[in-house]
Each structure stands twice: as structure tokens, then as C-alpha cells.
């Protein structure tokens, strides 16, 4: 079995002691597999006392402000451009209309827009922002937001072939920020559904990110084609060896009739899950497993319209998750905070059946119907320029 590149390390020195009870205040998985790393990255250990105390303290932020009525996720989810280099089969965020093909209805956020979003979330809150798109890096200086924010962690998402010489150099003082480069399995399967290519070019930047210090990992978009692929213990060792200690494993979810996404057996993801959770019990060897929405259960169903998370579209629209394309804000027009306290969110919050998944990897798509009917009541619109959601019709799709 190839060894992990973040050994166990079984004497912890003192700022590692410090680290490990700071981290396990986070997620108790937390210290076995970052104290490693921090050990043979020193320079990052200041950050991590850093976003610690940080964490503590948005923790205490967002239950003074539920005290208040209001729920502030802590990670907000940051669509940041609708530019993409690739054209993959079944991209999630072409089909709700986020970004390749949309009409350019609204003038998109620029990188002043996205520092007064992160800074308006950080004051109420927020500790974590994703950092996905399109492409992240089709948007020119974006590294250099995480900069203006060390206190705030950032989880980028990058297919890994727009990184500019610029971007690595950036990112060599981003003490704050770890970037996961998208892989679908082997060569074979990634080249299939991201083009000839990418599967080297993704491997290329994972090398170059990891000898600059930053902190890597995987995301994999799991899929009838590729289950069977992760489900081996082995392969998840093998390129994690190369990645780095963190891998998201995302199921890939169907937008409609027509979609072409073949849905994965029961008795595969059931399987892949078990595999999983190996993988994350590992005494040695373990790695830092995200499955979604398979984790989603341990918080109670979805994690959605700001129980988690939340998520900003291209060109500022507030919805409840990036699957789901359907706003009654924008901060172009609105406050972070006004966006969260929408009417919207709590309304999916307090409706129980609504983040149920049915055995669907969505609950907003499961219930699909009932979510809409009731985005038209309160007069929501769809985002990327479709308009208003049209009540009637969506009534009849709620009961049919």
C-alpha cells in the first residue's frame, strides 16, 4: 500500500500539543492528520493558531446571533466567476445556469465586490469561504483575496489547469488557504470527461502547489463511472500519496430529465460509503474524507440555506446551496446578512420533510417541486436571467 505523504507522527512537539487541542475544538478527526503536516510545514503554524482562535470566536458570533433570530452559516460557498477553461460532461453549475453558457443578464461581482461580500460574511460570522465557479482562476488576482483575510480560512475548488505563475507565487504566503485540485480516477476516466489532458496537466499543478507549501488535497466528482474506481481502497492511497491529507468525494447530482447522468445503484454507493468510513478510521494512513451528502446525516438531512453553508452566484445572487438556482437576494442590492435572514432560507430551515434526500444525493433536488412552489410565494426568481418563478405551474409540479 503507497504511504500517504503526511506520516504519522507519534511524539508531538509542544506547538503541536497546542494545535491538537486547538484543532480538536474543531472536528476531534482534525489533529491526526493536520498535526503531521504542520510538523513539516513549521511556517503554517502561526495560521493555525491563528484560524483557531478565529474559529472560536465566529462560534461565538453566530449563537449570539441566533439568539437574535438569525442563522449565520459557518462556511459560505463563493461562486466567483462564470468563466471556465473546460467543458466537462455534466457540469453541475452549466446545467442551473451558474456559468458556461448563461446569459449575462446581470454584470458579474469583480474582486472589489467578492472583498466586500467576504468582509460583510466575516462580521457576521462566516469563518470558512469555498471558493468554487467556473474556474476560479479565470478570475485574475483572486489568490489575492485570501491575503486580505488571514483570519478567515479559504477552500478553493480548481480544475488545476488555469494556475498562473503569478497565482503559485500568491499562494506561497496564503498561510490561510488550501486548494483542491478536481480528479475523475485514472488518466482514462479524468481525459474522458474533462478533455485529453487535463489529467497530467491537474497532477503538474498539484506538484507545483505542494513543493510551494500550500495545503492540497482531491475533489472527486462521484459518478456512475467512477464509483467502482474510489471504491478501491488502494486507488484512494495512491493518488492521496500525491495530493496531499484532505479529498472531497461529491455525488454527482442530476438536474432534470434529459441531464444524461446515469443514477449510481444503491448497493455501489453503499459500498463506496464503507469504504469511506475506512479510510477515515485509519489509526495510521488516514486521510481527511469529506462524502457528500452522505455526511450530511450526522447533522440532521441538508445543510443547506445557512444550517452550513450557503452559496453566492457569480453575479451576487444568495441561494440556498450551488445545486439550486433560485434567489430572492442579491448583494449587489442587499447585505450578506439580509440575504441570510431572508425569508427564503428560513422557510427551507424550519420545513423538516424539505432536507430529507429520499435516497437521492440532493435533498433540494429530491423535493425539487415542493421547493419552488414555495421560491414563487414569496416572489423569488430564478438565477441567470430566467426570471421570476412562475407560481402556478410550479404548484402542478409540486403535487405531481
Known amino acids: 500500500m503507497p504511504e500517504l505523504a503526511v506520516p504519522r507522527t507519534k511524539r508531538p512537539s509542544r506547538h503541536a500539543s497546542g494545535i491538537e487541542r486547538l484543532l480538536e475544538d474543531v472536528d476531534p478527526n482534525l489533529p491526526r492528520i493536520f498535526v503531521p503536516w504542520a510538523i513539516q510545514h513549521p511556517r503554517h ?16 458570533m453566530r449563537d449570539e446571533a441566533l439568539e437574535r433570530g438569525m442563522q449565520v452559516p459557518p462556511f459560505l460557498v463563493l461562486s466567483v466567476t462564470s468563466r471556465c477553461n473546460l467543458r466537462c460532461t455534466g457540469c453541475f453549475a452549466s446545467a442551473v445556469g451558474i456559468t458556461i453558457g448563461a446569459p449575462a443578464a446581470k454584470k458579474p461581482l469583480g474582486l472589489a465586490d467578492w472583498q466586500r461580500v467576504i468582509g460583510e460574511a466575516s462580521e457576521a460570522g462566516v469563518m470558512g469561504f469555498i471558493i468554487a465557479g467556473g474556474e476560479p482562476f479565470m478570475l485574475p488576482g483572486i489568490a489575492t483575496l485570501f491575503q486580505q483575510f488571514p483570519d478567515r480560512m479559504f477552500l478553493v475548488f480548481t480544475n488545476g489547469t488555469a494556475l498562473r505563475d503569478r497565482d503559485y507565487e500568491t499562494l506561497k504566503s496564503c498561510r490561510n488557504t488550501a486548494v483542491v485540485v478536481s480528479l475523475e480516477g485514472d488518466r482514462e476516466l479524468t481525459d474522458e470527461r474533462r478533455g485529453s489532458g487535463v489529467y497530467e496537466s491537474a497532477l503538474r499543478s498539484l506538484d507545483r502547489l505542494r513543493k510551494a507549501g500550500v495545503l492540497t488535497g482531491l475533489s472527486v466528482t462521484v459518478a456512475a463511472a467512477n464509483i467502482d474506481y474510489w471504491t478501491d481502497e488502494k486507488k ?4 492521496m500519496a500525491r495530493s496531499g491529507p484532505l479529498a472531497f468525494f461529491i455525488e454527482q447530482i442530476p438536474t432534470g430529465e434529459g441531464d444524461g447522468i446515469v443514477a449510481i445503484p444503491e448497493e455501489k454507493r453503499s459500498r ?9 478510521s485509519r489509526e495510521t494512513g488516514a486521510a481527511y474524507l469529506v462524502h457528500s451528502p452522505a455526511d450530511e446525516e450526522f447533522f440532521g438531512g441538508c445543510v443547506s440555506a445557512g444550517r452550513g453553508f450557503a452559496h453566492v452566484t457569480p453575479t451576487g445572487d444568495v441561494t440556498a446551496c450551488p445545486f439550486s438556482a433560485l434567489a430572492t437576494h442579491n448583494v449587489s442590492t442587499s447585505t450578506v446578512s439580509e440575504a441570510l435572514a431572508g425569508s427564503f432560507f428560513t422557510m427551507i430551515r424550519d420545513n423538516g420533510p424539505m ?3 429520499h435516497d437521492h444525493p440532493c435533498a433540494l433536488s429530491a423535493n425539487a417541486g415542493t421547493l419552488e412552489s414555495m421560491a414563487a410565494s414569496l416572489g423569488a426568481y430564478r438565477t441567470g436571467g430566467a426570471g421570476p418563478v412562475p ?10
Open 272 to 280: 463506496f460509503r464503507e469504504t469511506v468510513l475506512r479510510v477515515r
Open 355 to 357: 432536507l430529507a434526500t
Open 391 to 400: 407560481e402556478r405551474k410550479l404548484v402542478e409540479l409540486a403535487v405531481g
Open 45 to 60: 503554524l502561526p495560521a493555525f493558531f491563528r484560524l483557531a482562535r478565529a474559529h472560536r470566536q465566529t462560534c461565538r
Open 236 to 239: 484512494i492511497d495512491a493518488l
